[in-house]
Nanobody, 121 residues
Framework: QVQVVETGGGLVQPGGSLRLSCAASGSIFSINAMGWYHQAPGKQRELVATITSGGSTNYADSVKGRFTISRDNAKNTVYLQMSSLKPEDTAAYYC???????????????WGQGTQVTVSS
């Protein structure tokens, strides 16, 4: 199985920065895209940013210019550098990994347990 663990959440003032990390481990044959999603209370989980194995990125309009996603393929790790944070960025942030545990097993989505980001003065 593939395990996904996020770290780096916390409380930050508006305008501040945080860096989230997400590491995938366990039985991994290959990883395709990795990404971050967030979910505020009472709302649906939404895409924040994704990055392919080749480094192509995609961002939600609300975070363009403020957040940067990157990955270290050797470490099966994806990062989310968040800057100029706003109160509306407050949410639980979840890491998503599209991986194949074995070459003969189809790709599946694996999720972390989430890390809370709170932007407040």
């Amino acid at each position: 199985q593939v395990q996904v663990v996020e770290t780096g959440g916390g409380l930050v003032q508006p305008g501040g920065s945080l860096r989230l990390s997400c590491a995938a481990s366990g039985s991994i044959f290959s990883i395709n895209a990795m990404g971050w999603y967030h979910q505020a209370p009472g709302k649906q989980r939404e895409l924040v940013a994704t990055i392919t194995s080749g480094g192509s990125t995609n961002y939600a309009d609300s975070v363009k210019g403020r957040f940067t996603i990157s990955r270290d393929n050797a470490k099966n790790t994806v990062y989310l550098q968040m800057s100029s944070l706003k109160p509306e960025d407050t949410a639980a942030y979840y890491c998503n990994v599209k991986a194949k545990p074995r070459s003969w097993i189809r790709e599946s989505d694996y999720w972390g347990q989430g890390t809370q980001v709170t932007v407040s003065s």
